[in-house]
């Protein structure tokens, strides 16, 4: 049976699962002879040891969602331009448009302090799925999700921390509870890979001083806007700059005048000799999510269902974000972040409906399923199949409800966070301008027009989208109470509502006028929808989400048996991996070809284009045209961006783009449009990241911003 399995798989998987993958670093020795054999020079514990020095110390969990690089023994960071993004903006103000016109400070004293960022330095990554099952036997159905929990947590306090510290404090971290040390210096917990068949410890060592040191203007940092997010050819110099701070002993501190800049015990060599077709090329960082072991049913469900409908909202909020911030330029500010994020998701889901649809993936995964149920049982796909079934109309809703609270109006949501602060009313005089200052910052970024606008596309989206019993209702109730009019729905919830009128809430808040605020029509109507929410929907979706990892536990289960090749990598789970590939570009349509790399040629063409996401300064155009390259250029060209075979996903950004001597020779930041199934499905002909060519970072930071004292730092090899 084996062989006829693997003959099975040789025969319509291979090409599939020839060249994906995320591999977790502490087990690189699965691949390292194939990636030397592809031309790395290095050797895994170059890559990863927790005894001595290796490039994983130089990786960096960026803001818990992005990835960075450390460049020089100060503790200097470089990253995407969107992954700073909410800093950037954080400084910057119609006054000082730091967002439109770059920001570079010129000695550590200029450099500006980041509230709430976060660095994090992954210390050892074990395999502890032994220990996990061995005090799991015998463990009955209802006890096992506590009882796990607990030997999670059991299992996290037995990672290893250096001399002077222990773990004093079990905490909630992103993926659940975690052992830390008194300050948080340190952070130990379980993660669970493929659907809880493989477990691993993670150490973590978190910094939390950390400032803004520089970034680019837009028409660099984020040159072609939303027109080309996703899109290659690409022209986007997409990178930021920041610096890790220290307290004493070169340990984290929260934000102190006194702190000094951090010394790593690894930073990148910057190569710029330059990055060449066929190149090994290889990209260290925290790939959010994948899902490739999901079954034709689930591949059907997300195709034909999730992502067409929100694929629409987005749609409506990008409509009215862009007439309203093309209104004003403190809108445009105000809004600048929301708009990106929604944007961003937007264009990828489009790209990837289309990739997955374009390949036949329903029928292709259908395919090998009846391959596999031919020679084995595959109840878990039909199980997950009827999960669709029953609970799919529940987790349109869900999202449908998510769309509208995150894309859309915001107003709601901070109408429920103003529920939870009214919870606790003692003391009122005392604590109430403390408790303000969370709204203050809300209504920093506010626009009454704006949500207006954002309402009035969404409420009957929502009501559309949403089957009757479900948040819709409520909308539908007060359509009707308004005579079918939209308008009149808005004019009831917004004309006398305290929330869109800072100051009047404001009054009644310091005031403890409890009273108006819980009768205003938007904080009921936002209570409503929370409470609708909670009792009808999210009930449903819980379950549905058990049953759905218990039914995939149970399919990888099947897949590892049958030897197929999808088990061979773990799917991305925010946590520390390795993908390499070779420099090249593809051939994503009939008769289109992408070559691996483009110059700044390119943006002049696009400048020329008209559009205004291609925009860019005087200065400039003439440094452009008139080839001031200062030593970046190669066969007189300035390169911008390049493509290679790297398996990446959202969360690699600001990764470092290594080269076979584990150099920094580029920054990861994108996609191709034609790659971004990759999340589900890799398809080696057409799957490329895209990647801002090192000596363009150069180039703009010495030649552009003459803040070559950041060059001087790093150790740049020519
Ligand atoms: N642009 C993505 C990110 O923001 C990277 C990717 O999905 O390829 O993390």
Redesign the pocket.
């Known amino acids: 049976m084996k062989y006829s399995l693997l003959w099975l798989f040789s025969l319509t998987t291979s090409l599939i699962f020839a060249q994906e993958g995320m591999w977790i670093p502490s087990e690189l020795d699965k691949v390292i002879a194939d990636m030397q054999s592809k031309g790395l020079k290095l050797q895994s514990q170059d890559l990863y040891s927790v005894d001595q020095p290796s490039l994983k110390d130089a990786v960096v969990w960026f803001d818990m969602?992005?990835t960075g690089e450390i460049v020089s023994n100060e503790g200097l960071l470089l990253t995407?331009h969107?992954?700073g993004f909410d800093y950037i903006q954080q400084h910057s103000s119609v006054e000082n448009d730091y967002l439109t016109k770059g920001f570079w400070a010129m000695s550590k004293q200029e450099e500006k302090p980041c509230q709430g960022l976060t660095i994090s330095m992954v210390q050892s990554i074990e395999e502890v799925t032994a220990d996990v099952s061995g005090r799991m036997v015998g463990v009955q159905s209802e006890e096992y999700s506590k009882r796990l929990s607990d030997v999670k947590l059991m299992l996290a306090k037995e990672g290893k921390l250096p001399q002077g510290f222990q773990w004093n404090k079990e905490a909630r971290g992103p993926f659940g509870m975690e052992w830390q040390t008194a300050n948080g210096e340190f952070s130990s917990f379980i993660r669970d890979y493929n659907y809880g068949t493989r477990f691993y410890r993670i150490v973590l060592k978190t910094y939390s001083d950390i400032r803004w040191v520089g970034a680019p203007p837009s028409d660099i940092g984020k040159f072609g806007g939303d027109t080309d997010?996703?899109v290659w050819p690409r022209h986007t110099g997409d990178f930021s700059v920041f610096r890790i701070y220290a307290g004493a002993n070169n340990e984290p501190s929260p934000y102190n005048v006194e702190n000094k800049p951090y010394q790593p015990k690894k930073f990148f060599t910057v190569n710029a000799k330059g990055v060449h077709e066929n190149d090994f090329t290889m990209i260290y960082g925290f790939p959010?999510r994948t899902e490739h072991f999901l079954p034709s049913s689930a591949i059907q469900f997300v195709t034909e269902s999730m992502l067409p409908l929100r694929i629409e909202m987005r749609e409506a909020a990008m409509k009215v974000l862009k007439e309203r911030m093309f209104s004003s330029d403190k809108v445009r500010i105000q809004y600048a972040a929301k708009q990106s994020t929604v944007a961003?998701a937007y264009i990828?889901w489009k790209g990837a409906l289309q990739g997955l649809n374009k390949f036949d993936a329903v029928n292709l995964k259908k395919k090998q399923e009846e391959e596999l149920a031919a020679v084995m049982p595959i109840k878990p796909a039909v199980v997950i199949d009827s999960l669709y079934r029953e609970y799919g109309s529940y987790l349109l809703a869900n999202a449908a409800f998510s769309e509208f609270m995150n894309s859309g109006p915001e107003l709601f949501r901070m109408a429920n966070r103003m529920k939870t602060v009214l919870a606790t009313k003692e003391n009122w005089s005392t604590t109430a301008a403390d408790k303000w200052t969370e709204f203050e910052s809300f209504y920093k970024d506010f626009d009454a027009m704006t949500e207006r606008d954002l309402l009035f596309e969404f409420a009957p989206l929502l009501t559309k989208k949403v089957s009757g019993k479900l948040e819709g209702q409520i909308f539908r109730d007060l359509l009707k109470e308004n005579e079918d009019d939209w308008g009149g729905v808005l004019y009831t919830l917004m004309e006398n509502s305290l929330f869109v009128d800072t100051e009047l809430l404001k009054t009644a808040f310091l005031k403890g006028d409890f009273k108006r605020i819980e009768n205003d029509p938007i904080y009921k109507t936002a209570i409503a929808l929370y409470d609708q929410h909670a009792i009808v929907v999210q009930p449903k979706v819980q379950l549905c989400n058990a049953e759905m990892d218990k039914a995939l536990h149970q399919w990888v289960q099947v897949l590892t048996l049958a030897k197929h090749p999808a088990v061979n990598w773990c799917d991305a789970n925010s946590t520390l991996r390795i993908a390499y590939g070779k420099v090249q570009g593809s051939k994503p349509r009939d008769g289109v070809v992408y070559d691996y790399y483009t110059t700044t040629d390119g943006i002049v063409q696009k400048f020329q284009s008209g559009n205004y996401d291609f925009n860019i300064s005087a200065t400039l155009d003439s440094l452009y045209r008139n080839d001031i390259f200062g030593n970046y250029a190669e066969n007189g060209e300035l390169r911008v961006c390049y493509t290679g075979s790297n398996h990446?996903?959202?969360?690699?950004?600001?990764s470092p783009a290594l080269n076979a001597e584990g150099h920094l020779v580029g920054i990861?930041?994108?996609?191709s449009w034609e790659?971004?199934m990759s999340?589900y499905l890799f398809q080696p002909t057409i799957c490329r990241?895209?990647m801002v060519d090192i000596r363009y970072v150069l180039w703009v930071m010495d030649v552009y911003a003459n803040a070559d004292h950041l060059i001087q730092e790093m150790k740049i090899v020519r």
């Open positions: 969602g992005c995407n969107h992954c997010n996703w959010g961003n990828k990446t996903t959202g969360g690699n950004s600001g990861n930041f994108d996609r790659s971004t999340d990241n895209i």
